[in-house]
C-alpha cells in the first residue's frame, strides 16, 4: 500500500511529503533526544558532524560536555531536514 501524500507549498514550490517520511523522522528524533550518547554510540559519524556545526560535544570520561538543549535543537533539524526543505 502506498502512502498517502501530505502536501506543503514553500514559495512557488509544491512539497509532496508521505506520512511515512514524516513518521520516520519522528521516531528518529524521540528515539535520540535528550540522549546523545546513543545517537553517537549508534552513529559515530554525527558526533564529528556535530562538534563542527553546533560546537556539540558529547561527556566521555570528562573530556567532553554539551549542551542539552543545543543537541536538541540540532537533532530536530538533523531528523527533520528532508521533511522540512
Not at 502536501?7 to 519522528?26: F, N
Not at 554539551?66 to 530536530?76: A, D, G, Q, R, S
Request: glycine share 4%.
Amino acid at each position: 500500500m502506498k502512502p498517502e501524500p501530505l502536501y506543503g507549498k514553500l514559495g512557488d514550490e509544491v512539497t509532496i511529503l508521505s506520512i511515512e517520511e514524516v513518521k520516520s523522522a519522528c521516531e528518529f528524533y524521540l528515539r535520540y533526544k535528550d540522549k546523545p550518547e546513543l545517537l553517537f554510540n549508534d552513529f559515530p559519524d554525527y558526533k564529528e558532524i556535530a562538534n563542527k556545526e553546533k560546537g556539540i560535544k558529547l561527556e566521555l570520561d570528562g573530556e567532553y560536555t554539551y549542551v542539552t538543549i543545543e543537541y536538541n535543537e540540532w537533532l530536530f533539524r538533523l531528523a527533520f531536514k528532508d521533511v522540512l526543505k
